[in-house]
């Protein structure tokens, strides 16, 4: 049984354990990409010829999970208002704290001399990254490192976000039907993906479609296991 009868029993899961253990993952491929520029070197990467790596499952287990507890919490929440209230407190305040760290403490730290943030800049960046835009005074603020970004792990919050979206949606749409539209959806997804890493596409878009959306070949590898999840 995945979901125990008694309320009380839901409290004692593993689900902590397992986005510790996938976070540590993330973490031990991460060190790679910011030594090295990339985890090519990954012990995974090496095994899977570049394809995947430990990050890249940590990922998933995070989106697989995701998907199991969000669609219980919409299931459970009496209406879309509530669930979307409800989402929002959980991912905008430590979102905001960590892109404000980023923004107002690390960025003048590590800035050339001479750097200040004004009011301006610092009203874009609150008002951008209440947006999920990951948006910082200087985005490239480590140049001369390997990796430039700030807080590259930021990139997967906008994915995670609009498949709350997606999730009410689908939900909403195919309420009698949504077992059978999932499998759907999933199997159609999969196959593009496996498609992609098979002719070594990476299919992209416009800036525009990017910026709302994100980068379209990572919907490949996030939205499976979010529907698996589900």
């Keep these: 049984m995945l979901i125990p009868a008694g309320q009380g029993s839901l409290e004692r899961n593993n689900f902590d354990a397992i986005r510790l253990a996938m976070a540590f993952l993330v973490l031990f491929s991460h060190c790679f990409a910011l030594r090295f520029g990339s985890e090519a070197t990954e012990?995974?990467?090496l095994l899977t010829n570049g394809y995947y790596n430990s990050g890249n499952?940590?990922?998933?287990?995070?989106?697989?999970i995701s998907g199991f507890l969000v669609a219980r919490s919409f299931d459970m929440s009496p209406g879309v208002g509530r669930f979307a209230l409800r989402r929002?407190?959980?991912?905008?305040?430590?979102?905001?704290?960590?892109?404000?760290?980023?923004a107002f403490v690390v960025t003048p730290f590590f800035a050339p001399p001479g750097f200040t943030i004004g009011p301006a800049e610092a009203a874009a960046t609150?008002?951008?990254?209440?947006?999920?835009?990951?948006?910082?005074?200087?985005?490239?603020?480590f140049r001369d490192n390997p990796v430039t970004a700030i807080n590259g792990s930021l990139w997967s919050i906008r994915f995670e976000a609009l498949c709350?979206?997606?999730?009410?949606?689908?939900?909403?749409?195919?309420?009698?039907?949504?077992?059978?539209?999932?499998l759907i959806v999933y199997a159609a997804v999969?196959?593009?993906?496996?498609w992609a890493d098979l002719t070594g596409r990476k299919p992209g878009g416009s800036p525009a479609l990017i910026a709302a959306i994100g980068w379209p070949?990572?919907?490949?590898?996030?939205?499976?296991?979010?529907?698996?999840?589900?």
């Design 88 to 102: 929002v407190r959980r991912i905008l305040p430590g979102y905001m704290v960590a892109t404000s760290v980023c």
């Design 43 to 45: 012990p995974l990467s």
């Design 217 to 230: 070949y990572l919907w490949m590898m996030v939205l499976p296991n979010f529907l698996a999840g589900m």
């Design 57 to 64: 499952i940590g990922v998933w287990a995070f989106f697989i």
């Design 164 to 182: 709350y979206v997606g999730l009410a949606l689908l939900t909403l749409i195919f309420r009698h039907r949504l077992r059978p539209a999932l």
């Design 190 to 194: 999969v196959v593009l993906w496996c």
């Design 126 to 141: 609150l008002a951008g990254n209440l947006l999920l835009s990951n948006h910082f005074p200087v985005p490239n603020l």
